[in-house]
C-alpha cells in the first residue's frame, strides 16, 4: 500500500494500527482498545510471516475478542478500573455511638466522627438501646449497618 509516496507493508499498517489503539487507550483508560493493540501486532506478525490479508484479518478479529472477552474482566478486577472508592468505604470497620434507640426490623440514628448517619442493625430483629457502641459492618446507600461492639 502506498500513502504519500511511501510504500508501507501490511506488518508496518498493522503496527501503526496497534499504535492509534494505544493511544486511544492511553486517552480513555477503559480497557477495551488495547485488546485491539494485541490483535494488531498478532496480524502484524501474520502479515510477516507471509499470510493473505483475510488471514490477517481473522487473526486481527480471533485474538482481539479473545482478549478482550478473557483477560479484560481480570484486569478490569486487578485494577479496579470504574469502581471509585469514596470516603464513606473507610467508615467500615469504625466503632459508632447509638444516638436514637433501633428497634427490631427499623432504623434509629449512631453518631460516628461527629456525623449524624440513620442506623440499622445486621440483625434486624435485634434492638439496639442509645448509647451503645457499635461497629460499622456496611453500608447500604445512606444507612449504616451496625452490630453491638464487644468492648
Given amino acids: 500500500m502506498t500513502i504519500l ?12 494500527a496497534a499504535a492509534v489503539f494505544g493511544v486511544i487507550e492511553a486517552l480513555t483508560l477503559g480497557l477495551t482498545t488495547i485488546w485491539f493493540a494485541g490483535g494488531a501486532i498478532a496480524a502484524s506478525i501474520a502479515a510477516m510471516a507471509g499470510a493473505s490479508l483475510p488471514v490477517q484479518a481473522v487473526v ?10 478473557f483477560t479484560r474482566p481480570l484486569a478490569k478486577k486487578k485494577l479496579k478500573v470504574g469502581s471509585e472508592k469514596t ?24 453518631k460516628v466522627d461527629g456525623l449524624i448517619w440513620t442506623a440499622a442493625a445486621k ?21 449504616l449497618i451496625v ?4 468492648l
Fill in 147 to 150: 452490630t453491638p461492639s464487644d
Fill in 5 to 16: 509516496g511511501i510504500t508501507l507493508s501490511a506488518a508496518v499498517i498493522w503496527l501503526i
Fill in 60 to 69: 486481527f478479529l480471533a485474538l482481539s475478542i479473545l482478549l478482550l472477552y
Fill in 123 to 143: 440483625e434486624s430483629r435485634q434492638p439496639i438501646e442509645a448509647g451503645t457502641t457499635v461497629t460499622i459492618d456496611r453500608i447500604e446507600g445512606v444507612k
Fill in 87 to 110: 470516603n464513606v468505604d473507610a467508615l467500615v470497620g469504625k466503632k459508632a455511638l447509638i444516638t436514637v434507640a433501633i428497634p427490631p426490623m427499623g432504623t434509629g440514628q449512631a
